[in-house]
């Protein structure tokens, strides 16, 4: 009985005491609140990165629809180049991360029947380089491969496979080639 007394005791001492109640609820709602406060700020860089390389995409996919690539035969690493020097702040370690997909179609609607991109088995070395002719249709695609490093984010923003900590970030801009004549104007500026 007298065990049973002290123990209720020492709860109803427990329960009134406020010295270091501050500290103790301040450590159960730090863990928390960091997590949301980088959770934030992390998918607020995919969607900075996303917007960067639409950006980037979209002003070197102008090149093609202009025919100034077509006219000095570039190749998919010089536009993997273009669209890196595009990526403002992301330049010095995009060429490690970004990879370019560019198509031709015979007409916009074969454009929706473009093999989709699955992230999980994403192979860079299998995309494609045809910026086409005056008046094919076209469909350029970049792909940004963006390491997440926010805790319990990796599970939902990873879309690369399990365990790859990697989200691929992309980017797309589909157009007809302007009608140049036999040999585009090399050189034009943007």
Do not use: H
Request: with cysteine; charged share 15%; net charge positive.
């Amino acid at each position: 009985m007298r065990n049973l007394m002290l123990r209720q005791n020492l709860i109803q001492r427990f329960c009134k005491a406020n010295r270091g109640a501050v500290a103790v609820e301040f450590a159960m709602i730090l863990l928390p609140f960091l997590v949301l406060i980088f959770g934030t700020l992390e998918l607020g860089m995919v969607f900075l990165v996303s917007s960067t390389l639409q950006n980037a995409t979209d002003e070197a996919a102008r090149r093609i629809r202009t025919g100034e690539f077509q006219a000095v035969n570039t190749t998919k690493t010089q536009f993997k180049t273009l669209v890196c020097d595009n990526m403002s702040w992301l330049k010095s370690v995009c060429a490690a991360n970004v990879t370019v997909d560019v198509q031709t179609f015979t007409n916009i609607t074969n454009v929706g029947g473009a093999a989709a991109i699955d992230p999980a088995n994403f192979k860079p070395n299998t995309t494609c380089w045809s910026a086409g002719q005056a008046g094919d249709v076209v469909l350029v695609r970049t792909f940004y491969n963006w390491k997440i490093v926010t805790p319990l984010l990796d599970q939902s923003l990873v879309n690369m496979g399990s365990g790859s900590g990697n989200r691929l970030i992309t980017a797309a801009a589909s157009f007809r080639n302007e009608p140049w004549s036999s040999s585009p104007p090399a050189g034009a500026s943007c």
